[in-house]
């Protein structure tokens, strides 16, 4: 039976799309999207959603005395779906442990930075303006920190002495729409396990790539 996934968005959801794409072409084959939520009604990937008659659900925390009510609403909701995985996808709440302890292990998000560098918001521009040679983006699970948890997958993007913010925030964004599916394909299928802090990946070689490595600005210095 496939896994069902909850996606939580806030804005735009261009990964949302990135995912629904994924799940459709069967790169993501164990899973399907179960619904779609939002804390924000005239969030445009809500749209994106019904557009591929996916269910949606709306939830404003504004409308909530606090944010554990919000969360015990959002909690039941989600089991309504039977939801096995939360994917985090553009949701600007900090959850907190509440939320986190019903779906221990299950919640993963996509964060704008190689972490541990860079967490919170506005990773890109913090890197940017940090002077980095290399920045990039993170698949990793959700634990009560904010973006401290065991990373999954992250992708590597140069940043180019003719950037700005708002392209490194576009290249960044390209890796993003690529490594959050092959995350969400890799959880669904069974394949990652967790030995304390580390994600493992079952039965991957690694002999073929210990040299690999890279050099920002590069220049031949032969």
Do not use: W
Request: neutral net charge; glycine residues 4%; hydrophobic residues 45%.
């Amino acid at each position: 039976m496939k896994k069902k996934l909850a996606v939580l968005i806030s804005g735009s959801g261009t990964n949302l799309q990135s995912i629904i794409e994924n799940v459709n072409s069967g790169f993501i084959s164990n899973a399907e999207i179960a619904v779609v939520m939002s804390n924000n009604k005239d969030a445009y990937g809500l749209k994106r959603a019904l557009n591929y008659k996916i269910n949606t659900e709306v939830l404003e925390h504004s409308n909530f005395s606090s944010r554990e009510a919000f969360e015990d609403e959002l909690i039941r909701i989600l089991n309504n779906y039977n939801i096995d995985f939360v994917v985090l996808a553009g949701f600007m709440r900090i959850l907190t442990k509440n939320f986190i302890s019903a779906f221990k292990n299950k919640i993963i998000n996509i964060h704008p930075a190689l972490l541990p560098s860079f967490q919170g918001e506005d990773a890109q521009v913090q890197a940017f303006k940090y002077g980095v040679k290399f920045a990039g983006c993170t698949v990793h699970f959700v634990d009560e920190g904010v973006d401290t948890g065991a990373i999954i997958v992250q992708a590597v993007v140069p940043v180019l002495q003719k950037d700005t913010e708002e392209t490194l925030k576009k290249r960044i964004l390209n890796q993003e729409h690529k490594i959050l599916p092959y995350a969400i394909k890799l959880l669904t299928e069974d394949k990652l396990f967790l030995d304390g802090r580390k994600v493992l990946l079952l039965n991957q070689e690694t002999d073929d790539m210990k040299d690999i490595f890279m050099i920002n600005p590069y220049s031949d210095l032969s």
